[in-house]
């Protein structure tokens, strides 16, 4: 089965490429690899939440930020359809490096990126085994809670 369908399969829709909020491209291309600039979790333009990661009155909870950086990964996979023409040309996901902007008692980031690695296992099965690091960080652009690039290999 082709990646395409089984977004489909899966009733998931790329989003439009989000825009760089500053001096950048969304994604670039080099040899047989695409990096994607950090994707934030935009829905229709606008962050779903912001703020920072933890369990506390006014932070973000761990679950909505997995579901955030869920959603993040579908802007990274849009703006690598967008190089590629289709995902169907991924030969495998190479490396996914994640960032929570996380309460200094969360530890719980792995989790948070989660994810965004659950999901390209679940689009791209064996070829969505990646390496991955999972950072807590003080503060986010716009303040947003998660943020993820993306590395792919394509032919």
Same mark, same amino acid.
């Given at each position: 089965?082709?990646?395409e369908?089984?977004?489909?399969?899966? !009733?998931?829709?790329?989003p439009?490429?989000?825009p760089p909020?500053a001096a950048y491209v969304?994604?670039?291309?080099?040899g047989?690899?695409?990096y994607?600039?950090?994707q934030l979790p935009?829905?229709?333009?606008a962050?779903?939440?912001?703020g920072?990661v933890?369990?506390?009155?006014?932070l973000?909870?761990?679950?909505?930020a997995?579901?955030?950086?869920?959603t993040?990964?579908?802007?990274a996979l849009a703006?690598?359809?967008a190089? =590629?023409g289709?995902l169907d040309?991924?030969?495998?996901?190479?490396k =996914?490096?994640?960032?929570?902007a996380s309460d200094?008692?969360f530890?719980?980031?792995?989790?948070v990126i989660n !994810?965004?690695?659950e999901l390209?296992?679940?689009?791209?099965?064996?070829a969505?085994r990646h390496?991955?690091?999972?950072?807590?960080?003080a503060v986010?652009p =716009?303040?947003?809670?998660?943020?993820?690039e993306l590395?792919v290999?394509f032919?």
């Amino acid at each position: 089965m082709s990646f395409e369908a089984r977004l489909n399969e899966l !009733g998931i829709q790329l989003p439009d490429v989000a825009p760089p909020v500053a001096a950048y491209v969304p994604a670039v291309v080099t040899g047989s690899h695409v990096y994607t600039s950090g994707q934030l979790p935009f829905v229709s333009g606008a962050l779903p939440a912001t703020g920072k990661v933890g369990d506390g009155h006014g932070l973000v909870p761990a679950d909505d930020a997995k579901s955030y950086a869920r959603t993040a990964v579908l802007n990274a996979l849009a703006a690598v359809r967008a190089e =590629l023409g289709s995902l169907d040309r991924v030969t495998r996901v190479v490396k =996914l490096v994640g960032f929570v902007a996380s309460d200094p008692a969360f530890s719980g980031q792995p989790g948070v990126i989660n !994810g965004a690695s659950e999901l390209l296992g679940e689009i791209f099965g064996d070829a969505g085994r990646h390496a991955r690091s999972a950072v807590g960080v003080a503060v986010l652009p =716009l303040d947003a809670p998660v943020e993820l690039e993306l590395v792919v290999e394509f032919a």
